[in-house]
Structure formats: C-alpha cells, structure tokens
C-alpha cells in the first residue's frame, strides 16, 4: 500500500493499521514517514516525475496479488477569500490539491496496467468538494476536481475492463493538523470558524484511527462489489460516514 502525506493524521493511521495487518507500506511526504519512504513535497510539480518513477519501480520490484495507492496529501491553507491570500501559498494549495492526485494518479494506472495487477486508487476527497466555503475557494475547487477526475478516470477503466478501481472519498470531519490550522484561521477570513470551533470542543471530531479502520477496509473493495450496504461502482464519490454497517463492524 502506497500511502502519500502518511507522516500525520489519517495517512500516518492508515499506514500504522495497514502495517499491524501485514501489508507491505510504502510512503510519500514532505517529513520522514512509514515503511520504505520518498521524502517530496507534492506540492512542486518538480517532484512529480520522481515520484511517479519510485511509485512505478516498487510496483515492478516484485509481483504483488494487489496493489493500492491512497492518495492523501492535501493542504487547506491558505485560508481567506480568492484575491486576499498569498499568491504563492494559494499555488502551492492548487498544485497539491487539484493537480497533483490527477498526475500521481495517471502515473499508478499507466504503471499497474503495463504489470497487469489487481488495483485500487484511492482519492481523499472532502465535504468540501460538495459546498461553496467562503475562505477555502482554492480547497474546494481542488477537491471538486479530484471527484470529477476520479469519476472520469473510473469509468474509463470500466470501458477498458480493467481490474483496476479509482474511488474518491471523503473522511468526513476528522481531528488532524488540518483541523488545527482551521481553527486557527481568523474570522474575517474564514466566516465559518465557529462551527469548527463549536465541533472541537464538543467532541464533534473523528479521530484519524477510527476514519482510517474504515478506510483500510474500502481499500479492499473492487467496482462492483458492495460495503456498508452501498454498491461500489468505478469512479464513485464516497462518504465514509454513510457506511453505518462498515463503522459498527470497524
């Protein structure tokens, strides 16, 4: 499993119970992470190529029964609205969260196809994808595309029948250091701070190990098939809160 931003939250949790479960983990971040590790900021379309090779050269290293990439890497500064934030931060924001899960995730399909292996890409998505915030314009257009990327990517493998399933998910509202930087945003700039600051305080926030329990088992679910009472079709956006069935079995 091929984990990218595994060294905090939901990826580094992903990475700890897919370990604990025996999957071989494989990681991509800017700060040391789990299992064999490429240090690279995800963020810079410079270090794009060099990670898709190190994804492709694992993948060929030897014959895997599977294969999954999760693609977790996200940031949601800066925080304010289009026009009044940094013209750097905000480019670094759409690099990371709009073209970089289409170029990785182009790069997996190319290499799991030429080994002809059973896959799974697995996009994070967020609530965000789905309504306008004011203040997060760069984080929701990013996540906007990645659910249209996936959809489209997802039906293509349908049309070539291949053994390949790219899903888009959304974790719901989890307790990471993203959820800190939210917090941390002010008012002015953020309108919708005290919904996130009313959710922390009173224990509104999933913790990244009960998200990445669920997770983990989505991994292991191919187009076609069903989880939490919801039939899975290729290129799928997901909640991972509507799978009551998968978080009480979790």
Same mark, same amino acid.
């Given at each position: 499993?091929?984990?990218?931003?595994?060294?905090?939250?939901?990826?580094?949790?992903?990475?700890?119970?897919?370990?604990?479960?025996?999957?071989?983990?494989?990681?991509?971040?800017?700060?040391?992470?789990?299992?064999?590790?490429?240090?690279?900021?995800?963020?810079?379309?410079?270090?794009?190529?060099?990670?898709?090779?190190?994804?492709?050269?694992?993948?060929?290293?030897?014959?895997?029964?599977?294969?999954?990439?999760?693609?977790?890497?996200?940031?949601?500064?800066?925080?304010?609205?289009?026009?009044?934030?940094?013209?750097?931060?905000?480019?670094?924001?759409? /690099?990371?969260?709009?073209?970089?899960?289409?170029?990785?995730?182009?790069?997996?399909?190319?290499?799991?196809?030429?080994?002809?292996? /059973?896959?799974?890409? /697995?996009?994070?998505?967020?609530?965000?994808?789905?309504? !306008?915030?004011?203040?997060?314009?760069?984080?929701?257009?990013?996540?906007?595309?990645?659910? /249209?990327?996936?959809?489209?990517?997802?039906?293509?493998?349908?049309?070539?029948?291949?053994?390949?399933?790219?899903?888009?998910?959304? !974790?719901?509202?989890?307790?990471?250091?993203?959820?800190?930087?939210?917090?941390?945003?002010?008012?002015?700039?953020? !309108?919708?701070?005290?919904?996130?600051?009313?959710?922390?305080?009173?224990?509104?926030?999933?913790?990244?190990?009960?998200?990445?329990?669920?997770?983990?088992?989505?991994?292991?679910?191919?187009?076609?098939?069903?989880?939490?009472?919801?039939?899975?079709?290729?290129?799928?956006?997901?909640?991972?809160?509507?799978?009551?069935?998968?978080?009480?079995?979790?």
């Amino acid at each position: 499993m091929i984990i990218s931003g595994a060294s905090s939250g939901i990826g580094a949790a992903m990475a700890k119970l897919a370990a604990d479960a025996g999957h071989t983990v494989a990681s991509i971040s800017r700060r040391p992470g789990p299992g064999h590790h490429l240090t690279a900021d995800l963020s810079n379309p410079k270090s794009w190529g060099g990670a898709g090779d190190w994804m492709e050269g694992l993948i060929r290293s030897q014959s895997w029964d599977r294969v999954v990439f999760v693609h977790n890497a996200g940031v949601i500064e800066p925080i304010g609205f289009a026009g009044e934030v940094d013209t750097d931060a905000a480019l670094s924001n759409v /690099m990371l969260n709009s073209a970089a899960p289409q170029v990785l995730g182009s790069r997996f399909l190319a290499a799991v196809a030429k080994a002809d292996i /059973m896959a799974q890409l /697995m996009l994070i998505s967020s609530g965000a994808s789905q309504a !306008p915030i004011q203040g997060w314009s760069s984080y929701c257009a990013g996540k906007a595309a990645t659910d /249209m990327w996936a959809a489209v990517a997802g039906a293509e493998q349908d049309d070539r029948k291949s053994s390949v399933t790219v899903l888009s998910v959304a !974790p719901g509202v989890v307790d990471t250091e993203m959820q800190g930087a939210i917090r941390e945003a002010d008012s002015d700039d953020f !309108p919708s701070s005290e919904r996130f600051h009313n959710l922390h305080s009173s224990g509104g926030l999933t913790s990244p190990a009960d998200v990445a329990r669920v997770l983990l088992q989505l991994t292991e679910i191919n187009a076609g098939d069903s989880f939490g009472g919801i039939h899975v079709e290729n290129g799928a956006r997901l909640d991972i809160r509507d799978f009551a069935q998968a978080w009480a079995s979790s």
